[in-house]
């Protein structure tokens, strides 16, 4: 069968039912990126905020040895500004990679047969006569689609962008939609693009929004991975780790990423109407929501939540109010706090605290989770950032939802069979259905209305309780609140598979199809991408 007839079978189908097929398909992949011309690929990184084009273009450069490539890698990377360096992003993606000061390239092993070289783009442009024009090249994510990335830069254009291939293979990030960038094959000295998402063979649209990346499980960080200014995390990491994945009385454990910001009041970058302690209160709430009425056993346990975003002091201070049980003119959240209970306060004598990572007292504070009241207490470690291995390796490790907001770790995550939480930009369903053409099924829509609450104020929740709330069975003002909805949402995430109401065949069954290698975005591309060659060389 062509390739393109492949492509057209998988695309049209949800569970992968041509797996006589994989082998073919992956020996062509193979052959592509063994070939001497591809004796060197080039790759582009670009140099937008935050991790998840970064961090997209270094999964697929591991992907690509996975699927064969057995050669040498330059990789051409955008500087970047003061605060959003190229360089700090990628030393923490790949292992081993220090830049010199003086900007000039470093060679770094991969593996015992690729080196990637670390080519700042400024030196790659001015020693263009050292990087002849390659074969192939491709990047994970790049905001224009204006540039041809194929193209050789002009050196004298300090804008200008481009490695110099014959062919190169435009990727996105997994559900990402910013100005309808394309998902491209570019073609040097043509203006023309082969839009990838025009193709029908590939699902059109579906392919670039919807079509996520096959991820290996995360293995655990290495020491030597906690570089500065994370070197000091090592050892509580490794605690809170252990104490969580422990066979015997473990502690379940929800990371949290994507509420940092820059407003020193806890607005977030993910949404300003989302602030960061806000996210925190609720997911407390509901955790001691499902601690004290769940029929689970486990989540009648007790649970650690590791904040790993970077967020104001005075967002922390405002959490602490809101779990004192005092807050000015809130009664009615107070009455929530004081009756779950979720009084903030030393762990040994109060269901709540919030502690750095380095606290002296953390062993002690672990083990008042694993003793007598444990299942009745939640201890917030102020974690801020960590290795991407690191972080990765907690979320495989988390035992109740976790949050987060990005593309990537969406991606990650839906890799992992676990349920999480995806906070949300804007009010478009990010929540998956299968199969991926589909309209939005109401187990997404439901996933998608429980993290909107989010949104929700202190004030908001407090008015919704009404005076005379009920815990259990929850009342109506209750029910209509986010610690009531996600409670609800983790409690049907660990239900047993045939339960009335259980979560867990959702995103089981999503699990299954972002970890089936014939739906991977990636190897999809390939595949388009090598029929796409077949015709350049028949014409």
Not at 373 to 392: S, Y
Not at 457 to 462: D, G, Q, V, Y
Request: with cysteine; charged share 15%; glycine share 6%.
């Amino acid at each position: 069968m062509p390739l393109i007839d492949q492509i057209t079978a998988l695309i049209s189908n949800v569970s992968n039912i041509y797996t006589d097929d994989y082998p073919q398909q992956q020996a062509a992949i193979s052959t592509f990126l063994q070939d001497a011309k591809n004796n060197t690929i080039r790759v582009f990184v670009t140099d937008s905020p935050g991790m998840g084009h970064q961090s997209n273009t270094v999964l697929i450069i591991s992907r690509l040895i996975q699927l064969g490539f057995n050669h040498n890698y330059d990789v051409v990377y955008a500087v970047g500004d003061a605060g959003n360096l190229t360089a700090d992003k990628l030393s923490q993606l790949i292992p081993g990679f220090v830049p010199n000061a003086d900007g000039s390239p470093v060679n770094v092993a991969l593996n015992a047969n690729t080196t990637a070289s670390m080519i700042p783009l400024p030196y790659f442009k001015a020693q263009a006569a050292d990087y002849p024009l390659l074969n192939f090249g491709f990047t994970g994510g790049f905001d224009s689609n204006a540039t041809n990335l194929a193209n050789k830069p002009n050196p004298n254009d300090p804008n200008a962008k481009g490695v110099n291939v014959n062919l190169f293979l435009k990727l996105q990030p997994y559900q990402w939609a910013k100005g309808a960038q394309d998902n491209t094959i570019q073609q040097q000295g043509l203006p023309a693009r082969a839009n990838i998402l025009n193709v029908a063979a590939l699902g059109g649209p579906t392919y670039g929004k919807k079509r996520g990346y096959f991820i290996n499980a995360p293995a655990a960080p290495a020491q030597d991975s906690f570089t500065a200014p994370n070197q000091n995390k090592y050892t509580p990491y490794q605690k809170i780790i252990a104490a969580c994945t422990i066979a015997e009385n473990p502690i379940n454990l929800l990371p949290v990423y994507g509420i940092g910001g820059n407003d020193a009041t806890g607005v977030t970058n993910a949404n300003p109407e989302i602030l960061s302690q806000n996210v925190l209160f609720d997911l407390i709430t509901a955790v001691r929501y499902t601690q004290r009425f769940s029929t689970l056993a486990n989540l009648q346990r007790g649970a650690i939540i590791v904040n790993i975003a970077d967020i104001p002091a005075a967002s922390y201070t405002a959490l602490n109010t809101l779990l004192s049980g005092a807050a000015a003119d809130l009664p009615n959240l107070n009455a929530l706090v004081t009756q779950l209970p979720a009084i903030q306060g030393d762990i040994t004598a109060n269901h709540v605290e919030v502690i750095n990572y380095d606290d002296g007292d953390l062993d002690a504070k672990i083990a008042a989770l694993q003793g007598a009241d444990g299942a009745n207490k939640i201890l917030v470690i102020k974690m801020g950032g960590l290795p991407i291995r690191a972080f990765d390796y907690m979320y495989a490790c988390s035992s109740l939802p976790s949050l987060l907001e990005g593309k990537a770790t969406a991606n990650l995550v839906l890799n992992l069979n676990k349920p999480y939480l995806n906070l949300l930009k804007d009010a478009s369903i990010v929540y998956p259905t299968l199969p991926l053409s589909a309209p939005d099924g109401p187990t997404a829509t439901r996933c998608n209305s429980a993290v909107s609450g989010f949104k929700n104020s202190a004030e908001t929740i407090n008015t919704s309780l009404g005076d005379a709330f009920v815990l259990n069975p929850p009342s109506a003002g209750l029910l209509a609140t986010p610690i009531y909805t996600i409670a609800s949402l983790t409690i049907d995430s660990y239900k047993a598979a045939d339960a009335d109401g259980s979560l867990k065949p959702y995103f089981t069954n999503l699990y299954n199809f972002f970890q089936n290698q014939q739906q991977d975005k990636l190897f999809l591309g390939l595949l388009y991408f090598l029929s796409f060659v077949n015709n350049l060389d028949g014409q």
